[in-house]
């Protein structure tokens, strides 16, 4: 069975970066797709960005020149950075497994998701 | 970046009630549209993957059809486990999109 797992500060400060981590069980990282998506309080769902497990990333455009995502086999973990971080970015934040269920661009879905953290920005 | 429009946003329905939503793609995304399910301080599920396939375990009351542009989400028996909030999401060209949601609530 499959379980993700986010972690990380639950407030940080304007200006800061914040960082995430997913500790993953029941899968190595190093054989699916894995993503961060966020929901602000109230409101829809925000895709972040992607790893693939040959190393290369896909980032939202509305955020990428703020967005890390990185990858650690050897702790089975995926992380998120995101910097220079405004009231803006308060969210629950999830980690996700991206679905593979075809061998084209597209035939993906985020199947098995975390349990979210919430995250303040807020000095 | 393609943007998805849900309606309604919201509806009320009653057990054992038929209820339909709709996501509308602003081009067309072909069958590249999944949907999810969302209960209060969770995380979505995976309801339906490309357009019309049932992920393994979602009951078959629900089902999914469309393609373009125009999808749509059918619960055909509601049931009190279904009041939620539902996403479709568009997998066929990045930035990845979600709609708004749909808030299905009891009447």
């Known amino acids: 069975q499959v379980q993700l797992q986010e972690s990380g500060p639950g407030l940080v400060k304007p200006s800061e970066t914040l960082s995430l981590t997913c500790s993953v069980s029941?899968?190595?990282?190093?054989?699916?797709?894995w993503s961060w998506i966020r929901q602000p309080p109230g409101k829809g769902l925000e895709w972040i960005g992607n790893m693939y497990f040959s190393g290369n990333t896909n980032y939202n455009s509305s955020l990428k020149s703020r967005v890390t995502i990185s990858g650690d086999t050897s702790k089975n973990q995926f992380s998120l950075n995101l910097n220079s971080v405004t009231a803006a970015d308060t969210a629950v934040y999830y980690c996700?497994?991206?679905?593979?269920?075809?061998?084209?661009?597209?035939?993906?879905?985020?199947?098995?998701w975390g349990q979210g953290t919430m995250v303040t920005v807020s000095s | 970046d393609i943007q998805m429009t849900q309606s309604p946003s919201s509806l009320s329905a009653s057990v054992g009630d038929r209820v339909t939503i709709t996501c509308r793609a602003t081009q067309s995304i072909r069958t590249y549209l999944n949907w999810y399910q969302q209960k209060p301080g969770k995380a979505p599920k995976l309801l339906i993957y490309a357009a019309s396939s049932l992920q393994s375990g979602v009951p078959s009351r629900f089902s999914g059809s469309g393609s373009g542009t125009d999808f749509t989400l059918t619960i055909s028996s509601l049931q009190p486990e279904d009041f939620a909030i539902y996403y479709c999401q568009q997998s066929h060209s990045s930035p990845v999109a979600f709609g708004q949601g749909t808030k299905v609530e009891i009447k």
């Open positions: 996700a497994r991206l679905m593979m269920y075809g061998s084209g661009w597209g035939d993906e879905a985020f199947d098995i």
């Open positions: 029941g899968d190595s990282i190093s054989t699916y797709y």
